[in-house]
């Protein structure tokens, strides 16, 4: 099987599903991993590095910035050349778009946010959520190429070889586009949602605490505040859920759910977070959850392997110092 990675990086920056894409490539045989950008020739390193037997390297002015057009051309050009089987991408807004327009080009169709896959003697099976998250589906596509995009830590990290090597074959950038770049703004700095391994949450409940005779914005600032620290503390990100997002609390950016982002952490502390399905939707896939609710019903406890039917105002800080001091810090 002739399997093909997506590289999806920005300015360099490589999204960690992308190695998980290689990881899982490389148990189906070689691997090649597909870089394109400009200046990006370390990157390429970086793929050898990971598990890539070769690296098919668009390096061009052109691609400097990301253009769903150019992007998805130069996929295109290079699939209908080499006729890969295969192509995985990561499940990123970015993949997602190129993938689309490109299995468009090729007639061939596109499996999304999969996050189990297995190969019987070549034919693909993916399994991914449907139904909003309540259900799994075991599907394949029938074209070819495959595109398959790969929900982020739904699988293992491969490890980083320094020194391994393979083939690298530069390849031509298609740089016609009807679009262009004008500029962009960069978003917040800290561990992104998409890639951290702890993601301490907070939800509509941080607003609410009466006792600290502060209003409502102040209330929700302070409780976010110590979800920030502790997030901190554990090197992980501060998320947030569609009701604190809404309320003005916290940039959209941090939203996990169904119309924000769909993650898969190691530990996710829902703090103040009833858990609507919307939220549960975008936790189905972590590996353990943490509650902490006053209301003893709040849903979010169905599933949830701790809960804590308590304060976040008073829990959180005791949480905080208990890591502290098992951390040394």
Not at 293 to 298: G, S
Request: glycine fraction near 12%.
């Amino acid at each position: 099987m002739k399997t093909w990675v997506y590289i999806d990086h920005f300015k360099g920056e490589v999204v960690s599903a992308a190695w998980e894409a290689v990881g899982v490539a490389k148990s189906f045989g070689m691997v090649s991993a597909l870089v394109f950008g400009s200046g990006v020739e370390s990157l390429a390193k970086a793929a050898f590095e990971f598990g890539a037997d070769e690296v098919l390297l668009a390096d061009d002015p052109s691609l400097a910035d990301f253009r769903a057009e150019t992007y998805a051309s130069t996929l295109t050009a290079l699939a209908s050349a080499s006729a890969p089987d295969l192509i995985l991408l990561p499940n990123t807004f970015r993949a997602r778009e190129m993938a689309a327009m490109s299995a468009i080009d090729l007639n061939s169709g596109v499996l999304v946010d999969v996050t189990a896959l297995e190969n019987n003697a070549g034919n693909i099976t993916a399994t991914r959520p449907i139904y909003e998250g309540k259900l799994f589906e075991k599907t394949t596509c029938s074209a070819s190429p495959q595109f398959i995009t790969l929900r982020g830590r739904a699988f293992p990290r491969p490890v980083r070889m320094e020194g391994s090597t393979g083939t690298l074959r530069k390849v031509s950038a298609q740089s016609g586009a009807l679009t262009s770049v004008e500029g962009y703004s960069a978003g917040e700095s800290g561990v992104s949602i998409n890639d951290a391994g702890i993601i301490v949450s907070g939800g509509r409940g941080v607003s609410n605490n009466p006792g600290l005779g502060l209003d409502e914005k102040a209330t929700a600032e302070k409780g976010f505040t110590l979800i920030g620290e502790l997030a901190a503390l554990l090197g992980g990100a501060v998320g947030a859920s569609r009701a604190a997002v809404d309320a003005g609390y916290i940039p959209y950016s941090h939203q996990v759910g169904q119309t924000g982002k769909v993650v898969s952490p190691d530990v996710y502390i829902a703090a103040g977070i009833s858990g609507s399905i919307q939220h549960i939707v975008g936790i189905r896939t972590a590996k353990l959850v943490v509650a902490i609710n006053k209301d003893a019903e709040a849903p979010i406890f169905g599933v949830a392997r701790y809960g804590v039917v308590g304060d976040l105002f008073t829990f959180i800080p005791l949480l905080t110092a208990a890591f502290k001091q098992k951390l040394g810090k």
